[in-house]
């Protein structure tokens, strides 16, 4: 179940933020994003609200525009908008919706944490988002640090609810009546993601349906493999490289006499 202690206790635990940053809550207006803030303001953080109307869905944009700045004012939170023409970039950029407002989000928060005094991004993303990123990445093709998930933090982007699951941001929004607007496009298989959340996760839990946690517990085991790998890189590394005058040197000879040879001339 998804408390308040929890959350508190998986901040000090990954030692995301402090009472003494200033916390920038990325807040669409659905449930993940308006449960993250009412944790935020019952555990005494400052923080501010961004959002980002993507213009995808017309007059539903509009109304997730106008649902999170009226939630603002009423809690007296400072608010940061801006629109953005996502389709235009997708085109001009040649990237796909997600991957364009994925870009433009990022841009936009790291842009108002700078010129705001923001310490710290915070998203809302919880253990399914973490789940299906790793399917989406075994899909795509992806190396040992793909394998990692989201992570908690990366530099100043912190994910605190990375360790509870949707179900539980749902019984906590409705056990305290928590208001939210619906995104209709979750339902809709021709985003990527939404394809793998509604057609191929559920397939896979009918072969387990512990799926998720089973997904996270590997999630945590690639990370701590990560880790150990990246040691044993470094120890390699000083055996068989060296930089001199901005003069590399890569000893081909030492690196064939070893067993995982082409990971180590990747890395």
Do not use: W
């Amino acid at each position: 179940m998804l408390t308040i202690d929890r959350f508190i206790n998986f901040i000090a635990q990954h030692k995301l933020c402090s009472k003494q940053d200033k916390l920038l809550l990325a807040v669409s207006g659905g449930t993940d994003s308006m449960v993250l803030c009412d944790l935020v303001i019952k555990s005494g953080f400052a923080f501010g609200i961004a959002h980002c109307n993507f213009n995808l869905r017309g007059a539903e944009s509009l109304g997730d525009e106008t649902f999170v700045e009226q939630y603002a004012h009423a809690q007296k939170i400072q608010f940061h908008l801006t629109r953005f023409d996502t389709k235009a970039y997708a085109e001009e950029n040649k990237l796909s919706i997600e991957e364009a407002a994925r870009n433009l989000r990022y841009q936009y928060f790291q842009l108002i944490a700078e010129k705001f005094g923001y310490t710290k991004i915070v998203t809302a993303h919880h253990a399914n988002d973490n789940a299906e990123t790793l399917l989406f990445r075994l899909t795509k093709g992806t190396g040992l640090n793909g394998l990692r998930g989201i992570p908690v933090i990366n530099k100043n982007i912190i994910r605190p609810l990375l360790f509870c699951n949707k179900v539980e941001i749902d019984t906590y929004c409705k056990y305290y009546n928590i208001s939210f607007r619906v995104d209709a496009s979750n339902a809709e298989s021709i985003y990527q993601r939404n394809l793998i959340r509604h057609q191929i996760v559920p397939q896979l839990q009918k072969i387990n349906p512990s799926l998720h946690a089973s997904m996270i517990d590997f999630i945590e085991r690639m990370n701590d493999y990560e880790e150990l790998s990246n040691q044993q890189i470094q120890t390699l590394k000083k055996k068989c490289y060296s930089e001199n005058n901005s003069i590399v040197e890569i000893k081909l000879g030492f690196i064939k006499t070893q067993k995982a040879g082409k990971t180590i001339l990747f890395y």
